[in-house]
């Protein structure tokens, strides 16, 4: 059996997100880039299902900074191979990502056949679509997402897989297989792996680079970004100030005179 | 642009979604502000006569199918695409839930065209649409154009409120046929939420921790708070992820949504999928270490600071007050 599980990175959050010059993308000079969270989930998904199953698990980014460090990490915590698609520019809407993933997977060898295609839901920075639906069209494949529990009923043939619906409903759903599905979380929260034995994986295997794929329209997206700045709606908390125990101290006023307690 | 406006009618369990109704009233005003006719389709099997509530749209059209009983997000998309490619809308507005997510994204890459994620909000600007999309969590704005006659855009929660999107006025109701062939994708049940040790729907006050919380043994810290408030614990998704609480506490897009009086939020940035949950909530405290956190957008009050150094402290503060009203 072979999963395969596709990572993108994303901006960290936490930090302060920069707008570049032209007001239309993120200032990429000051971003942080870490494996959007989803996929960290679709990762650790597969490797529950190998550690179950057995087979094989190869892991496939795209190349941002920071990247190397993920695919190794993957390395570490248990996948048999690792790669990375190398060359294009910065900025790939989420249908351009998707449209490389479906392309490089076809080529490259090795690849193809996959029993699974795991993938995270949904990334911070998918503007345009979604990885999942999308490369599971482009390669023909059934399409399942937001999920949180993938298991095999016959291993090969058939997944069982639990979605997220509102209000606490689960729909326990049947896949045929090979599938793509988006996972919204693992059934285990992602595995740590020791900073050694990252180091050590960066000694023993190596990433497999393979060059980005031509793109659709010269690479001209289907959307066009008029401008983009931060997000500051009117309305906005009124902010209390002062040191912690003043802060709580003002907020339990609030609250008292309000009758919350 | 010509052609419709179309809005996805989302239904489910048998039920039009709330969501639905807000999307039916920004794609009112889109319709309107293009001066072209505002049709709402609805998919599903047996689900004609839920047609009738969507009088905000000039029009309905229906397929009803045994396939489409379930949403199957490929055989929804499949069944829009030849919808679409018969007739031709400008612009399908689908509500983004956990229902109808990759709807949008399934349609488009059938019909050759993209589509845009996110939007709460559509303008339109010298004859074109253009979407403003919530994206990195919350914390920034994007304003999109879609290129070519189509625009297929994802709509968030609480565009417009849903109360606008209903009328009494009888749309006229077309049925429409679609030829589809059975999916690898089956439903077998849905899993009801198992009724937890409190219902959180219930609690006029929630303490509600996020990531800021740390680790499974703060939880205890908001305890303490929520002892003092007389109210519960709740959490947003990477609490519920981690186990530090079980899924009945979570709040959010695949959790509950609550509206108690009050809801301290204690180290929840706010992303939408949290916000959707407890934005009716009458009022609203966080506690944050990032000042651009987007959970002060929805909060009354705020403070910036360390969420364990603030928590007890606004116990203690709390209990004090308490005690003194008491011996007073």
Known sequence: MHILVLL???????????????????????????LSESDDHALEQALLLKERHGGKLTVLALDAPEVDDALFTAAAKGADRVVKVVGMDAGLTTRQAASVFAQVIRRETGLLPADL???????????????????AHELGLPYLGILTRVSFDAPG??????????????????????????????????????????RAAMKS????????????????????????????????????????????????????????F | MTGNVWVVAEQWRGHISEITYETLALGREVADGLGVPLTAVLAGCGIKDL??????????????????????????????????????????LVPLTNVSLGIGALVSIRLGNTAVNSCHDIKIVDGKLQAICVMYGGKIEVVVEPAGELAILGVGPGARPADKGR???????????????????????????????VDLTKQDVLVAVGRGIQSRDNITLAEELAKALGGAVAGSRPVIDQGWLPLSRQVGKSGLAVKP????????????????????????????????????????????????????????????????????
Not at chain 1, 13 to 30: M, Q, R, S, T
Not at chain 2, 58 to 80: F, G, M, R, T
Not at chain 2, 284 to 307: E, L, Q, T
């Open chain 1, 205 to 260: 295997q190596k990433i497999d680079c393979t060059p980005v794929p031509t793109l659709a329209d010269g690479g001209r997206p289907a959307i066009e970004v008029v401008e983009m700045k931060r997000n500051e709606p009117a309305g906005h908390a009124e902010m209390l100030e002062g040191d912690p125990a003043q802060a709580s101290g003002e907020l339990c006023g609030i609250l008292a005179e309000r009758g919350l």
């Open chain 1, 117 to 135: 295609v795991l993938t995270g839901v949904q990334a911070i920075d998918d503007l345009d679509g979604l990885i999942a639906p999308l490369v």
């Open chain 1, 8 to 34: 993108k990175m994303v901006p960290d959050v936490v930090e302060d997100l920069e707008i570049a010059p032209d007001g239309k993308a993120l200032d990429l000079e000051y971003l942080r880039m870490i």
């Open chain 2, 261 to 328: 009086k009050l809801y301290v939020a204690l180290g929840i940035s706010g992303a939408p999928e949290h916000i959707e949950g407890m934005k009716d909530a009458k009022l609203i405290v966080a506690v944050n270490s990032d000042a651009r956190a987007p959970i002060f957008n929805v909060a009354h009050y705020g403070i910036v600071g360390d969420v364990l150094e603030t928590l007890p402290l606004l116990t203690e503060a709390i209990e004090a007050r308490k005690t003194a009203s008491h011996h007073a």
């Open chain 1, 157 to 198: 043939q058939l997944v069982q897989a639990i979605k997220e619906y509102p209000g606490g409903v689960r729909g326990e759903f049947e896949v045929t297989l090979p599938a793509v599905l988006g996972m919204q979380a693992a059934e285990k929260p992602p595995r740590y792996v020791p900073v050694a034995k990252v």
């Open chain 2, 51 to 92: 047609a009738q509530t969507l009088g905000c749209a000039d029009s309905v059209l229906y397929v009803d199918h045994p396939l489409l009983a379930e949403p199957i997000p490929e055989l929804c998309a499949e069944a829009l695409a030849q919808l679409m490619q018969a007739r031709k809308p400008c612009a399908l």
């Open chain 2, 167 to 197: 009328s009494e006025r009888s749309p006229s109701i077309e049925e429409a046929t679609v030829t589809l062939e059975d999916s690898r994708v089956r439903l077998k049940r849905y899993i009801d939420p198992e009724a937890g040790d």
